[in-house]
């Protein structure tokens, strides 16, 4: 089984716990316009990231992405 990754949930997950970009930027050491990065899928976080992020959103890492399962 394949997993791919679709459209990004980060904003979602950032209303979800009551924070801003800037909040999480701040809070990961990276400039805001990474996270917009991330949210806007012109990048993929890389599984540390994603981590750390889903701890700060208090989520689980799948939840960050929408996940597409294929055979």
């Known amino acids: 089984m394949k ?11 950032l209303i979800d716990c009551g924070m801003t970009k800037e909040q999480l930027a701040q809070a990961l050491l990276v400039r805001p316009e990474r996270i917009d990065d991330y949210m806007e899928n012109k990048r993929v976080m890389p599984l540390k990231t994603a981590i750390s992020i889903a701890d700060s959103v208090k989520c689980d890492v799948r939840e960050l992405y929408e996940l597409q399962t294929k055979l």
């Not at 997993?3 to 997950?13: A, S, V």
């Open 3 to 13: 997993i791919e990754l679709g459209r990004c949930l980060l904003e979602q997950r």
